[in-house]
């Protein structure tokens, strides 16, 4: 089975830099995925990691270690409008080209200011 | 990127009723993926589609209760059949073209 733990939620200021933790127990482990999610809409696409190491994607960076089971999202000069749920999700392979992408219950950030 | 179309963007259905939603894809995909996600929670599979072949359902989601059509490379449906008020929920359509994964903009599904 797979386990994705990331923390309830979260609260930080305008302007400061916020990170939010995402630890994993998963077999065929092929990915790892952030996205944000606004009440009421879709979820969007942040970020992709399948190596390990940091990707850095304007003001949202994304850091994976396999070895760990563990990544996390970095948003700095946090704004208001970055107040949403932030959803770590595990890509495993299944058979042959089949993969599933789990979710974790995700993080609800309250930017203040 | 991807851009993924879903109808209908909501609906009120009436309990035993059944509704079927579509999704189109900008391009072609191997696999489209269903999701559904309840007031307050995170998002949960419920099947695969492949093209060509029968989805594959998770557990807790069966054929009978939702099927769903994967015509061609680019269009699904998922219907949700005999609907209940515990069937209310967000419906999200999924696609992988490139390595990354996108959503759709959901069905926002009410059964009174």
């Known amino acids: 089975g797979q386990n994705i733990d990331q923390p309830t939620e979260m609260t930080a200021t305008e302007g400061a830099i916020v990170q939010i933790n995402c630890t994993y127990q998963t077999s065929g482990f092929n990915g790892l995925f952030w996205y944000q999610q606004h009440a009421g809409e879709a979820p969007t696409f942040l970020s992709y990691?399948?190596?390990?190491g940091l990707e850095e994607k304007g003001r949202f960076s994304s850091f994976l270690s396999r070895s760990k089971g563990y990544s996390y999202l970095l948003l700095k000069e946090l704004q208001m409008k970055d107040s949403a749920s932030y959803l770590c999700?595990?890509?495993?392979?299944?058979?042959?080209?089949?993969?599933?992408?789990?979710f974790g219950t995700g993080t609800r950030l309250q930017v203040t200011l | 990127s991807a851009v993924i179309s879903q109808k209908p963007s909501r609906d009120i259905c009436q309990r035993g009723t059944s509704l079927t939603i579509q999704c189109q894809v900008d391009s072609q995909v191997t696999m489209m993926f269903w999701y559904r996600q309840q007031p307050g929670q995170s998002l949960t599979l419920i099947a695969t589609?492949?093209?060509?072949?029968?989805?594959?359902?998770e557990s807790g989601f069966v054929i009978d209760k939702f099927p769903i059509s994967r015509p061609n490379l680019t269009f699904s449906t998922l219907t949700v059949s005999n609907m209940s008020p515990e069937d209310s929920s967000i419906y999200l359509c999924?696609?992988?073209?490139?390595?990354?994964?996108?959503f759709g903009p959901g069905t926002r599904l009410l059964v009174l």
């Open positions: 999700a595990v890509r495993s392979l299944l058979t042959g080209t089949a993969s599933k992408l789990t």
């Open positions: 589609a492949n093209q060509g072949s029968e989805a594959t359902y």
């Open positions: 999924s696609a992988s073209p490139n390595g990354a994964q996108y």
């Open positions: 990691n399948v190596l390990d």
